[in-house]
């Protein structure tokens, strides 16, 4: 039996115990997180858990355990992670574990948890989940506050989406804590569709997760094992025939002891279930009715399915115990000793036999919800129900759970429920009076779900059938609520067509309602981002006159800093910060976390137009704290720290700006706020001369292939990228041709200094292609005077962007330095130094170059530092200055200007009428000179320093 074959010893799994004590060492230190442990089912990989947790506990570590259940794919949200609260409020009491969270977070976990009391209305819902994973993650800081912990999670292989998400954020976010994650899954089950394999491959690249393969056991260790559960050393044949059959599965060699003097069964399933077979009949039968309850079964609901008194049924049980079958679990329910001996028995189950069982649990359940964990009934019961094939109760149950995991924030879980519900319809009669809604509204509360869950593809499928579904004559409020929705998700995907869904929906609702009011802040809010600032003022102020007027604090804040949004595109960085100032007042009044954070943030923003962008770096800390206060780090947070690493890169603190974009990428922030910290590492990797990673970035914000945008300052950000890609390249009449189509679209941002950017970027870009490009420069140039006659000044940075674009080049220097803003600064210097050369000013081209070269050093702007040095050995090291022409001899300049077109050689020498040879020699010349490494090289350096115009 199964029992007297577990082996009292612990064999082989010498590295991967000292693998595991490694990475909690290294844990206590900060520098490990999480081990992902794969290995086949039977593998051993409980039994190496049990044994590393029995070692950590016994250094000091708190334990804290959770598991996934099958069940976790039907509804059953976060059960690990509610099973981790249920032990801390059992050892530790419910007092103790509130007081270990942010003000109010109890109220969210009482979703989790009855314990915690009763859970608040939210109506902040694309928030609410994020919140959630904020609170467990302090929650789980402070107790390492106090030692060391580990969190155990076993079986995330069927784990629910909401838990793998959650586990993702724990794992990617716990680098300070003295916490480990420990997590466990079966690699054999992990088909190439499996939910879990891309979570795996994501959190495999994560600073600080370990992943370890637990293998077979080798022949030397099956005979180990053999010895220990036979207490003596078995013959060479015994574990060569044990070995063989078993292929070092741990739980098959403890199987094939026990049957190893007859024949093997055909299968590991034969064998196994030849274990049970021996068992009485009554303990059989009952071994049945507890592989249909699922992973747990809690003794009085097993002894009601059964129709068992319980005598009877600890009669009937207690061979399975004996021989290791069932164990005993905790709160008086059973468990299978491994998921394998379960799976194997339920697969007897006739599928009529089956169909009934579901029932028998369903009845009992419906009856006494008591007799399932608390929080488990519903899901229970629909995952019973629909076994049962009752469609009536099935479809009742599952939109009862349904609207259980909406409420719990698993809003991944709810969308095949409500999907059941919705196949289950026309089979259920009264179905819409069965459940108090109709089948719109299903729909409506999928597209939700989908909503909240980022699934737009699967919401617009919903959002379209239940706009077929209605009448807009009849039901104006559903229909423009829906293509609210349907709008947000074309955002998402970043889609066109935005702006006519939200006036459709707008047309739709006249009157003062709040169906209008959410259709007035979502349109003025777009169409500012569009750039479109009068129309979108206006609707603005028609929103905060309804707000008041409905008595709605919550909009009137966001249309607050929608109107915010204007006066800074039209250059009124000042009634900006004041207008944000006033949202954020609103949000402390009504203890909106959500208002609060983004008027931080936008004032951060505010605070680096105006050229403050050390006190912006002081909000930034506070927003900040306040994101952990109010659990919202992993979104609205996101969205601070792009605009801290804004500031940061504008005042030359690149190293620190790309840490910050590190950690809120590792946040996983909306598609927006990821494009917004992707672009402050392109402008870095841009200075720096990192094409290749730029290249990268700009083909994932779809700028290459030139992906439609909607949003002026999204639009503006990338033409600025897009064109100081192609000048390093050294490609200036395709970087023309950028700044030409962007111009003549007239699509650049009105916000002054992104706008002064990007046309002192231009201004650049003229300087150096004019006498390559005369024509294209001169019209490129003469859109550019046009978009600046429009451009406001809202602040030093963007005047200091003005002087640059009218070639005040020592003025620009000036207002840069006093910005503290080293990059601009050298920049402006060097092309300052350019026309002090030109002016044969070597005194003042040097001294200008002097000042330039250690502030690109200091930022490694390679780029630039090649162009400082080039002007200054052109310059002749302090010997007058040399017209640009004399730094290369006319046979060489004649030479670089076919190597910038592409020519070979061979192209060269029979274009010049000399010898490749010569040819060869030239080009060697060239590339020393400019101090070069490639032709690619020398053509971009050429370009920067106008050589091919002389």
Not at 86 to 115: F, M
Not at 181 to 205: C, G, K, N
Not at 338 to 365: F, W
Not at 476 to 505: H, N, Q, S, Y
Request: proline letters at 4%.
């Amino acid at each position: 039996m199964l029992g007297r074959t577990v082996s009292p010893v612990f064999v082989g799994r010498e590295t991967e115990l000292t693998n595991l004590a490694e990475a909690y060492d290294e844990s206590r230190r900060g520098e490990t997180t999480a081990v992902l442990l794969g290995g086949e089912a039977g593998v051993g990989k409980t039994r190496l858990v049990s044994r590393f947790v029995e070692q950590a506990a016994r250094s000091g570590a708190q334990v804290l355990v959770g598991g996934c259940v099958e069940l976790s794919t039907e509804g059953l949200a976060y059960a690990p992670f509610t099973a981790v609260l249920r032990q801390l409020v059992r050892e530790r009491g419910r007092d103790e574990v509130v007081s270990l969270l942010p003000e109010g977070a109890s109220r969210d976990l009482a979703r989790l948890l009855p314990e915690f009391g009763e859970p608040t209305f939210d109506n902040e819902t694309e928030t609410s989940r994020a919140r959630l994973f904020e609170q467990f993650l302090t929650l789980l800081e402070r107790l390492a506050e106090s030692g060391p912990t580990v969190l155990v999670i076993e079986d995330i292989h069927w784990a629910d989406r909401s838990s793998r998400d959650l586990i993702a954020f724990l794992s990617r976010n716990l680098g300070a804590a003295q916490v480990l994650i420990l997590l466990t899954y079966r690699s054999d089950d992990l088909h190439r569709q499996h939910p879990l394999r891309p979570v795996l491959a994501e959190l495999s690249r994560v600073n600080g997760v370990v992943r370890l393969d637990l293998p077979r056991l080798s022949r030397d260790e099956v005979a180990q094992q053999m010895a220990g559960i036979l207490g003596s050393n078995p013959g060479y044949s015994r574990v060569e025939k044990v070995y063989q059959r078993s292929e070092g599965i741990p739980l098959f060699v403890e199987a094939l002891l026990d049957d190893c003097d007859g024949e093997f069964p055909d299968s590991m399933q034969d064998l196994i279930l030849s274990t049970v077979e021996r068992l009485p009949e009554e303990t059989q039968r009952v071994l049945r009715l507890a592989s249909a309850g699922g992973a747990k079964v809690g003794h009085t609901l097993l002894a009601r399915v059964g129709g068992l008194s319980d005598v009877e049924l600890e009669s009937a049980l207690r061979p399975a115990i004996a021989g290791n079958v069932l164990q005993v679990a905790d709160s008086r329910s059973y468990v299978f000793r491994h998921a394998l001996i379960r799976e194997a028995v339920q697969q007897e189950l006739l599928p009529g036999e089956h169909q009934r069982l579901h029932a028998r649990y369903a009845e009992e359940v419906s009856h006494d919800r008591d007799l399932v964990p608390p929080g488990r009934a519903a899901v229970e019961l629909a995952h019973h129900w629909y076994g049962a094939r009752n469609d009536e109760y099935a479809l009742l149950s599952a939109w009862e759970a349904a609207l259980g995991c909406i409420k719990g924030f698993a809003y991944a879980e709810a969308i095949p429920l409500l999907e059941r519900v919705l196949m289950l319809w026309d089979k259920v009669a009264d179905a819409g009076d069965r459940i108090g809604a109709d089948h719109t509204y299903v729909l409506e509360k999928a597209a939700l779900a989908a909503a909240n869950c980022a699934e737009p593809d699967r919401g617009v499928k919903f959002v379209k059938a239940a706009l077929a579904e209605l009448d807009e004559d009849t039901q104006p409020d559903r229909v423009a609520k829906l293509l609210v929705r349907w709008a947000v998700f074309k955002i998402a995907k970043a889609k066109m067509g935005v702006v006519e869904d939200f006036r459709r929906a707008l047309a739709l609702v006249p009157g003062p309602t709040h169906s209008r009011l959410e259709v007035l802040m979502r349109l003025s809010q777009h169409l500012m981002l569009r750039g479109e600032v009068e129309e979108a003022s206006a609707l603005c102020e028609e929103g905060l006159e309804l707000a008041k007027e409905l008595g709605d604090e919550y909009y009137e804040g966001e249309l607050e800093m929608n109107m915010a949004l204007g006066h800074s595109l039209a250059g009124g960085a000042a009634a900006q910060y004041a207008t944000n100032l006033r949202a954020r007042e609103i949000g402390e009044r009504i203890n909106s976390g959500r208002l609060i954070l983004r008027a931080i943030g936008n004032n951060i923003d505010s605070l680096n137009e105006m050229g403050r962008s050390e006190d912006a770096l002081a909000l930034s800390d506070e927003g900040e704290q306040l994101a952990k206060k109010y659990g919202l780090v992993r979104n609205t947070g996101g969205f601070i720290l792009n605009n801290r690493a804004e500031a940061l890169e504008h005042l030359g603190r690149w190293d620190e700006a790309l840490e910050t974009t590190r950690r809120s990428l590792a946040l996983g922030p909306t598609v927006r706020t990821r494009f917004h910290l992707l672009r402050v590492q392109a402008d870095i990797a841009l200075n720096r001369g990192e094409i290749e990673h730029v290249e990268g970035i700009l083909s994932e914000l779809g700028v290459l292939s030139e992906r439609p945008e909607d949003f002026v300052q999204d639009i503006t950000s990338s033409t600025r990228l897009h064109i100081g890609w192609h000048l390093v390249k050294g490609e200036p009449q395709a970087a023309l041709d950028v700044a030409h189509r962007i111009l003549s679209a007239r699509g650049q941002s009105s916000k002054p200094t992104l706008g002064w950017r990007l046309l002192a970027l231009i201004g650049y870009l003229c300087c150096q292609a004019e006498a390559e490009h005369p024509e294209l420069s001169a019209h490129v140039l003469q859109h550019a005077d046009e978009a600046a006659a429009t451009l406001r000044i809202s602040g030093a940075p963007s005047e200091a962007y003005r002087l640059t674009y009218s070639r005040d080049f020592d003025a620009a220097a000036t207002a840069w330095e006093q910005l503290r803003r080293p990059y601009p600064q050298a920049k402006a210097l060097l092309f300052a130094a350019h026309e002090a050369a030109k002016a044969d000013d070597r005194e003042g081209a040097t001294a200008r170059l002097e000042l330039a070269a250690p502030l690109a050093a200091a930022l490694r702007a390679t780029p630039l530092l090649e162009d400082i040095e080039v002007l200054s050995r052109r310059m002749g090291g302090g010997t007058a200055a040399r017209p640009l022409g004399e730094l290369l001899t006319p046979r060489e300049l004649e030479v670089l200007r076919l190597v910038a077109t592409g020519r070979s050689n061979r192209d060269i020498a029979a274009e010049l009428f000399i010898s490749a040879k010569t040819v060869s020699v030239h080009v060697s010349n060239i590339l020393a000179k400019l101090d070069v490494s490639s032709r690619g090289e020398a053509t971009a350096a050429a370009h920067r320093l106008s050589l091919l115009t002389h």
